[in-house]
């Protein structure tokens, strides 16, 4: 008996020692990856080198996807008589001042519908990242504040649930209760769980409202249509005052022709490039702005929470120095 219990306590202690070790170390895990600091944009794509010989500068702009277009104005812009250090000081210049123009989230009160409320729809192609992306920046904004996700996307089956998720984790890591309308029957019309959804933020006093919409074809037009009809039905309601597309920056001039078509539906007025975590390459960034108008306003770079960067003025600048080399 004497010998069992030799063995068998310290057997005992170290089963105990390890249960907690293992409790411990799970815990550590789960809540890392929720409180990662967010991963900068910076270093994440190829560098564009600049030479004195101009079909390579040239050549460089087109390794990085900028657009033919864009690629055209930027070299007759170039001083041809310029040495390789000068002429990436002037190249920096140009591309600063493409985005600087554009960059920066604007969230004045201007912006508000007249409860102060303000409405953000997010569309985009299927699997760009939208939902992912209003959690991302619902988090960001939420603190505090009275927030409402709504689903309008009755289209895959798990978009609410998805939605859910993001809520419970946007309250668990900041000060806020997140809702969330999504639709209360299988196939209903994405339309009025827009409609009730902002409805139930007016009348109720929320601060945002964040709309989720399905992923569609931008070259199919009854999607078009019913997203036409997801934004008027939130227009009875209040004003929307942030329409985000969202682009995958992996697609390249890709996601340019599918931002084109849904600047024909809705306002956009800020772009989300998203997985630059990925094989995105720079030149996406200018396209868009050069061609849409439309500032880029966020960088998604990663799944997380926390992988989002706001793109303002001085993170423009930071992305275009490190980028030029
Ligand atoms: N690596 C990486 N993955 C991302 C990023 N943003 C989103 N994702 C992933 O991309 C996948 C699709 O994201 P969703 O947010 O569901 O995309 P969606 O546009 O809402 O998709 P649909 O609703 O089906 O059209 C998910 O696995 C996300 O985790 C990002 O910045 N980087
Ligand atoms: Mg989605």
Not at 264 to 278: E, M, P, R, S
């Amino acid at each position: 008996m004497k010998v069992d219990l030799f063995y068998v306590v310290p057997i005992i202690i170290g089963v105990i020692f390890a249960f907690i070790f293992v409790l411990i170390w799970n815990k550590k895990n789960s809540s890392e990856n929720d409180t990662v600091s967010s991963r900068s944009i910076l270093g994440l794509t190829k560098p564009i080198k600049v030479s004195e010989d101009l079909a390579e500068v040239e050549r460089e702009l087109y390794l990085a996807d900028f657009s033919t277009e864009l690629i055209n104005e930027i070299v007759t812009k170039l001083d041809k008589n310029n040495d390789s250090n000068a002429r990436k000081v002037q190249l920096k210049e140009i591309l600063t001042k493409l985005l600087q123009n554009r960059a920066g989230a604007d969230f004045s009160v201007d912006n508000k519908g007249a409860s102060g409320l303000q409405t953000l729809l997010f569309v985009g192609v299927n699997g760009v990242g939208k939902t992912t992306t209003l959690g991302k920046i619902a988090h960001l904004m939420a603190s505090g504040k009275k927030t409402l996700l709504v689903g309008a996307d009755t289209f895959r089956a798990a978009a609410g649930e998805q939605l859910t998720v993001w809520a419970n984790r946007i309250n668990k890591l900041s000060n806020t209760t997140a809702d969330v309308e999504t639709a209360s029957r299988e196939g209903e019309d994405p339309a009025s769980v827009a409609f009730s959804g902002a409805l139930r933020a007016v009348q109720n006093g929320y601060d945002y409202l964040f709309v989720d919409t399905a992923g569609r074809l931008h070259n199919n037009k009854n999607f078009l249509d019913e997203l036409n009809k997801i934004r008027r039905s939130i227009e009875k309601n209040t004003p929307i005052t942030d329409v985000y597309i969202v682009l995958d920056g992996t697609t390249g001039q890709n996601a340019l022709r599918q931002a084109e078509e849904f600047a024909k539906v809705v306002d956009i007025t800020g772009l989300v490039i998203t997985k630059f975590d990925g094989s995105a390459k720079g030149g996406i960034v200018f396209n868009v702005v050069h061609k849409l108008g439309i500032p880029v306003k966020y960088i998604g770079t990663g799944e997380g929470v926390h992988d989002l960067q706001e793109f303002d003025a001085q993170h423009a600048q930071r992305f275009v120095d490190t980028i030029v080399t």
